[in-house]
């Protein structure tokens, strides 16, 4: 019985050997051709952070802020939206900055601001329905 096991662990060693040899070239030696940029996703997600980060500037408009780094005088003022404006421009000009220098090396780095911007539209999303709710929807001033 030993000698069946021994011969089936030389066999199975056998054939799993030449699956094994790829993997053990350095990885200076494995290149892959590089990808192109998609710049339309990447595009669309920024035009998405940038509605939504609007809309939640427009539903705040005047109303108390509790972001120090937005709040004027602990409203949500011009001044306000003009500081979240720069905000959303110097995040996407950084991100396209980022993919156009390493995206077709790194094409992970992509598909990570699309998901950040996503994200990001969908987090500021929530915050202007928050406001919009609070406010009792449009036109509930007039009901009461």
Do not use: Y
Not at 34 to 52: F, Y
Not at 72 to 90: H, M, N, Q, V, W
């Amino acid at each position: 019985m030993r000698h069946i096991g021994r011969w089936f662990r030389i066999g199975l060693l056998v054939a799993l050997l030449p699956a094994a040899a790829p993997a053990q070239a350095p990885l200076g030696q494995i290149r892959r051709p590089p990808e192109e940029v998609d710049w339309a996703k990447l595009t669309l997600s920024i035009a998405a952070h940038g509605a939504a980060s609007g809309l939640d500037a427009w539903t705040s408009w005047q109303r108390p802020e509790r972001n120090r780094l937005l709040a004027d005088g602990g409203r949500f003022t011009a001044s306000s939206a003009c500081r979240k404006a720069g905000l959303f421009a110097g995040v996407s000009i950084l991100e396209v900055a980022v993919v156009k220098k390493w995206g077709k090396q790194r094409p992970w780095l992509a598909r990570a601001c699309r998901f950040a911007n996503f994200a990001a539209a969908g987090m500021l999303t929530s915050g202007a329905l928050h406001n919009l709710a609070g406010r009792g929807g449009p036109g509930a001033a007039n009901s009461r």
